[in-house]
């Protein structure tokens, strides 16, 4: 079963709690709140309840990518399919989601809650975070313009997140730049760092971000396009430096 036959059909749910537990029982018919406890609503949710964090991740992606649709003024065809594309939706589950894409997006305001519920339940898995942005990125590049109302929302949710300014360019620079992107703001180093410097930033980068290691952690195989998309930006950007320095 997908992650979205599980979480439509209520295992996991009722841990979630919370903002995101309420929008699944009001789109999805899921009591939610009422069974959890804690800061919220949010069940303390611990290192082994993978099902739950997945379930928390795709609730959360469609309600944030579902506000900042919102962001620019209005919800494009070009948008909804590209949250299909980053995510996929089952067919049986299509209308489902979907009712809770259509809760979310109706007003952009409000959507807060939600990041700093995922902030909760990850808080020490930036990577997490980061992958979850990306798909985000991804979503509102989706019309091939990043609008002004969308990155100011993209960020304050990485600002909730918890990456600064300097963190917030790296993460978008792997999702905008493409083959013009510059490989040292992708790696997240100086152009002044030293080879040895460049080489272990590009292992960590590698460890932190390979799918396998995500989904163990968490991530739903649903988000696994976005892990690779962040993988081939990793490995373009290292190319090119490498190629530059001359490094093996």
């Known amino acids: 079963m997908s992650i979205w036959g599980k979480v439509i059909g209520g295992a996991a749910g009722f841990a979630l709690g919370g903002p995101i537990g309420a929008i699944l029982g009001v789109a999805a018919g899921h009591f939610v709140d009422?069974?959890?406890?804690?800061?919220?609503?949010?069940?303390?949710?611990?290192?082994?309840?993978?099902?739950?964090?997945?379930?928390?991740?795709?609730?959360?992606?469609?309600?944030?990518?579902?506000?900042?649709?919102?962001a620019d003024g209005h919800v494009t065809r070009e948008e909804i399919n590209a949250f299909k594309r980053v995510f996929r939706v089952p067919d049986a589950h299509a209308?489902?989601?979907?009712?809770?894409?259509?809760?979310?997006?109706r007003?952009?305001?409000?959507?807060?809650?939600?990041?700093?519920?995922?902030?909760?339940?990850?808080?020490?898995?930036?990577?997490?975070?980061?992958?979850?942005?990306?798909?985000l990125f991804q979503i509102a590049m989706a019309d091939g313009e990043l609008h002004e109302g969308e990155r100011a929302y993209l960020a304050r949710v990485a600002q909730i997140f918890g990456f600064d300014e300097r963190g917030f360019a790296q993460i978008m620079s792997r999702h905008m730049g493409g083959g013009e992107a510059?490989?040292?703001?992708?790696?997240?180093?100086?152009?002044?760092?030293?080879?040895?410097?460049?080489?272990?930033?590009?292992?960590?980068?590698?460890?932190?971000?390979?799918?396998?290691?995500?989904?163990?952690?968490?991530?739903?195989?649903?988000?696994?396009?976005?892990?690779?998309?962040?993988?081939?930006?990793?490995?373009?950007?290292?190319?090119?430096?490498?190629?530059?320095?001359?490094?093996?």
């Open 95 to 105: 209308a489902a989601v979907g009712r809770i894409w259509d809760e979310a997006r």
């Open 182 to 248: 510059d490989p040292y703001q992708v790696l997240g180093v100086e152009p002044s760092a030293s080879d040895e410097e460049i080489k272990q930033t590009y292992r960590r980068l590698i460890r932190e971000h390979h799918p396998d290691k995500l989904i163990a952690e968490g991530m739903p195989e649903e988000m696994v396009q976005v892990a690779n998309d962040q993988m081939a930006a990793i490995n373009a950007a290292y190319d090119r430096i490498a190629k530059l320095r001359g490094l093996r």
């Open 34 to 70: 009422r069974m959890a406890t804690g800061r919220r609503g949010l069940r303390r949710i611990g290192a082994g309840d993978q099902e739950t964090k997945q379930a928390a991740v795709s609730i959360a992606l469609v309600v944030l990518a579902a506000k900042m649709a919102k």
């Open 107 to 135: 007003e952009a305001a409000g959507f807060e809650p939600y990041a700093e519920q995922i902030v909760q339940i990850f808080p020490h898995d930036t990577t997490m975070r980061e992958e979850l942005l990306g798909a």
